[in-house]
């Protein structure tokens, strides 16, 4: 993953195998399965708030305490550093699929965020001649030009804004214009937000929804 907002996340992680042979194969395994360029997911669980993920890379060499261990021990304990590109754990995807016909649709989307870090929304949807999305809560409509793939949009500021299935960047068909605002953390509520569509063929419109949070609790 590229970097956006990298956080780093350091603790201490306990091995323990029944026999001093299981100790070794088990650290071997950990090792192995960390490494400076490549992410390894970290899961979560909490009977409150269920699974929640976070993708880590090592940013430092891990530090056994050489205090807790010696020649006999079948347990140690290891100081972790890792870093995360993608700064806030993950706890799932929700997306709303609506259908439009031939001509100019209106529609609406529920949206609501529970989580405590903002939601940026993505739309997606099937080849279309116009189409204004919402920027967050705001009220102000951001106008997407036609579209004959499959498109993307995305209304994080860091992230490529409009997309096509084709592979093309299609941000310079928005010709300067960009999404200001994001989804309030809390919004307990679901609140409505309008979507008008142009198509010459039926389709549907996606919201997608990624639920981001600081903590594996709250």
Not at 78 to 84: F, L
Request: charged residues 25%.
């Amino acid at each position: 993953m590229t970097k956006t907002e990298e956080r780093l996340v350091d603790f201490r992680v306990r091995l323990e195998g029944r026999t001093r042979r299981d100790l070794e194969e088990l650290f071997v395994a950990w090792n192995e399965a960390w490494d400076f360029d490549a992410d390894l997911e970290m899961l979560t669980r909490s009977e409150a708030y269920g699974e929640r993920t976070l993708r880590l890379r090592l940013d430092r060499e891990m530090q056994p305490d050489v205090g807790t261990f010696s020649m006999q021990s079948n347990r140690m304990e290891i100081e972790m550093v890792a870093v995360a590109c993608w700064p806030f754990l993950t706890s799932g995807v929700d997306t709303i699929t609506k259908n439009f016909g031939i001509g100019t649709t209106n529609l609406e989307f529920e949206i609501d965020n529970k989580t405590d870090v903002p939601l940026w929304m993505e739309w997606g949807g099937d080849p279309m001649t116009s189409l204004q999305l919402p920027d967050a809560l705001s009220g102000r409509m951001v106008p997407i030009p036609a579209q004959t793939n499959v498109w993307k949009v995305r209304t994080r500021k860091t992230f490529e804004t409009l997309s096509s299935a084709d592979g093309t960047n299609q941000l310079p068909a928005l010709r300067g214009l960009s999404f200001m605002y994001e989804i309030p953390k809390r919004v307990m509520k679901p609140v409505k937000l309008p979507v008008v569509v142009t198509a010459s063929a039926p389709g549907q419109i996606r919201a997608i929804m990624r639920r981001n949070h600081e903590m594996p609790w709250g």
